[in-house]
């Protein structure tokens, strides 16, 4: 393969969207890591019932409703600031450790973010973490109006940096990211953060799953849908190494 590009999920892939349980647990003391878990799996569960109902919101009006939706599910009430504070954590997500280092050694092909975040969340996230000045291209799916992993959201790669699927790396820690940049064409690595043998492990030690370890058995366990990744990786570090053998 000759790859010109590398286009990167946001959400879990460059930015950590763990590190929103030191702001729940703040907000809301013994409840963070619950609410961190489920305000997160509620997110993506929008996304996908909003574009099989075809009656999309953008990112940030489904951000606000998963994380109403968690509020009220657990019994807890808030007020408006304690919301916000939670819901700007959103535009201050930590990047992994390794994000920087490696999107500086693949500098000379072209660098973009494909997300289902909103153009103006992505934007500040970008602008606050530094790679505004890295990343050739942030593309939302916004303009086509439905979430990842539909193909319509992978065809914006095309449209905006000019490269065809076949030349395009297209990195992600979510499975059902890899699967649906797979299916639509893009060659796709896979960043398995935690592997079946650390699942096994983490529910042998303790009698009680915690919400932490659930969401980790529910989201970043490659997905039984006939389609794999071309790639398997353990960290972003890695893509350099890979991208050099093309």
Same mark, same amino acid.
């Given at each position: 393969?000759?790859?010109?590009?590398?286009?990167?999920?946001?959400?879990?892939? =460059?930015?950590?969207?763990q590190s929103v349980a030191a702001v729940t647990e703040d907000a809301f003391p013994g409840y963070g890591d619950i609410i961190t878990q489920i305000w997160r799996i509620k997110q993506l569960e929008?996304? @996908?019932l909003r574009s099989l109902m075809r009656r999309y919101e953008d990112f940030s009006v489904i951000t606000k409703e998963s994380l109403v939706y968690?509020?009220?599910?657990? &019994?807890?009430?808030?007020?408006? *600031?304690?919301?916000?504070? #939670?819901?700007?954590?959103?535009?201050?997500?930590?990047?992994?450790?390794?994000?920087?280092?490696?999107?500086?050694?693949?500098?000379?092909?072209?660098?973009? #973010? =494909?997300?289902? &975040?909103?153009?103006?969340? =992505?934007?500040?996230?970008?602008?606050?973490?530094?790679?505004?000045?890295?990343?050739?291209? *942030? #593309?939302?799916?916004?303009?086509?109006?439905?979430?990842?992993?539909?193909?319509?959201?992978?065809?914006?790669?095309?449209?905006?940096? &000019?490269?065809?699927?076949?030349?395009?790396?297209?990195?992600?820690?979510?499975? @059902?990211?890899?699967?649906?940049?797979?299916?639509?064409?893009?060659?796709?690595? @896979?960043?398995?953060?935690?592997?079946?043998?650390?699942?096994?492990?983490?529910?042998?030690?303790?009698?009680?799953?915690?919400?932490?370890?659930?969401?980790?058995?529910?989201?970043?366990?490659?997905?039984? =849908? &006939? #389609?794999?990744?071309?790639?398997?990786?353990?960290?972003?570090?890695?893509?350099?190494?890979?991208?050099?053998?093309?």
């Amino acid at each position: 393969m000759t790859i010109k590009a590398l286009v990167f999920d946001a959400y879990g892939t =460059l930015y950590d969207v763990q590190s929103v349980a030191a702001v729940t647990e703040d907000a809301f003391p013994g409840y963070g890591d619950i609410i961190t878990q489920i305000w997160r799996i509620k997110q993506l569960e929008y996304s @996908w019932l909003r574009s099989l109902m075809r009656r999309y919101e953008d990112f940030s009006v489904i951000t606000k409703e998963s994380l109403v939706y968690t509020l009220r599910g657990l &019994g807890l009430a808030y007020d408006a *600031t304690a919301f916000e504070r #939670i819901m700007d954590k959103y535009l201050h997500l930590d990047l992994y450790p390794d994000a920087k280092p490696t999107l500086a050694a693949l500098k000379g092909r072209k660098l973009a #973010i =494909l997300s289902n &975040g909103s153009s103006d969340m =992505l934007n500040a996230l970008v602008r606050n973490s530094g790679l505004d000045g890295v990343l050739d291209a *942030t #593309i939302s799916i916004d303009s086509q109006r439905i979430f990842k992993p539909a193909p319509d959201a992978y065809s914006l790669i095309e449209a905006r940096l &000019g490269v065809r699927p076949n030349e395009v790396l297209f990195v992600s820690s979510n499975p @059902w990211d890899a699967c649906g940049a797979k299916a639509f064409g893009l060659n796709v690595a @896979w960043i398995e953060r935690v592997t079946p043998e650390a699942m096994a492990l983490a529910c042998v030690k303790s009698d009680v799953v915690s919400p932490l370890t659930m969401f980790k058995a529910l989201r970043t366990q490659m997905d039984e =849908l &006939g #389609i794999k990744p071309d790639h398997r990786i353990y960290a972003l570090s890695e893509l350099p190494d890979l991208v050099a053998l093309a």
